[in-house]
């Protein structure tokens, strides 16, 4: 038997972004990635976002509290890695 669907439901399938939609869309995303280093941008995106946006949210949300406990003014390197940690 095949579940059924609440009515009005879409399934929506989305392909992950492309290196070069990734520097395009993240800095326009959130103001934490606005002045952000377009390498470090990448490296997030190479080491731990792979183009799923859903990631960059949580991502963005963890790099957002290390910015706030560190007095950082932008991510870096470092500090991403510990935002990579928190992923779930």
Same mark, same amino acid.
């Given at each position: 038997m095949r579940p059924q &669907? +609440? *009515?009005g439901?879409?399934?929506q399938q989305f392909t992950r972004l492309t290196p070069a939609e990734v520097l395009e869309v993240v800095p326009l995303f959130h103001p934490v990635w606005a002045d952000a280093d377009p390498a470090d941008i990448a490296f997030a995106d190479e080491q731990a976002a792979h183009g799923n946006f859903r990631t960059w *949210? @949580?991502?963005t949300a963890h790099t957002r509290t290390a910015l706030? &406990?560190?007095? &950082? +003014?932008? +991510? =870096? @390197? =470092?500090l991403l890695r510990w935002a990579f940690s928190r992923l779930a």
């Amino acid at each position: 038997m095949r579940p059924q &669907r +609440p *009515a009005g439901h879409i399934w929506q399938q989305f392909t992950r972004l492309t290196p070069a939609e990734v520097l395009e869309v993240v800095p326009l995303f959130h103001p934490v990635w606005a002045d952000a280093d377009p390498a470090d941008i990448a490296f997030a995106d190479e080491q731990a976002a792979h183009g799923n946006f859903r990631t960059w *949210a @949580q991502l963005t949300a963890h790099t957002r509290t290390a910015l706030e &406990r560190t007095g &950082r +003014p932008r +991510p =870096d @390197q =470092d500090l991403l890695r510990w935002a990579f940690s928190r992923l779930a």
